[in-house]
């Protein structure tokens, strides 16, 4: 069993920045890949980065790619998301899941293949 607690979440201004972090308890975070997912209330949930075990494969979505980028430490037991260049239109829930076994590119973005996910954080941008 793997709890993961998201932080970091709030209301910032467009333009501005965010840092979100997730934070497990239960396991080690080193032994999951690891994936942050957003979802605006009503829409479908949206990938928005992913992580390996190690640390040296990331992958983004479209929508945030050079503005967000996903880390790791593995020594805290942390995963952080760091958000800049924020528009309105990220605006959501965002989350953090665990994903075991390999993730790649094609596969990194199906949160069906995500196990454990934590309650989410608010992200709101205003315009």
């Known amino acids: 069993q793997v709890q993961l607690v998201e932080s970091g979440g709030g209301l910032v201004q467009a333009g501005g920045s965010l840092r979100l972090s997730c934070a497990a308890s239960?396991?080690?975070?080193?032994?999951?890949?690891i994936g942050w997912f957003r979802q605006e209330s009503g829409k479908e949930r949206e990938f928005v980065a992913a992580?390996?075990?190690?640390?040296?494969?990331?992958y983004y979505g479209d929508s945030v790619k050079g503005r967000f980028t996903i880390s790791r430490d593995n020594a805290k037991n942390t995963v952080a998301l760091q958000m800049n260049s924020l528009k309105p239109e990220d605006t959501a829930v965002y989350y953090c899941?665990?994903?075991?076994?390999?993730?790649?590119?094609?596969?990194?973005?199906?949160?069906?293949?995500?196990?454990?996910w934590g309650q989410g954080t608010q992200v709101t941008v205003s315009s």
């Open positions: 992580i390996s075990r190690s640390g040296i494969s990331t």
């Open positions: 239960g396991r080690t975070l080193s032994n999951f890949n």
């Open positions: 899941a665990t994903r075991p076994g390999i993730v790649n590119i094609n596969s990194a973005s199906t949160s069906a293949m995500y196990d454990y």
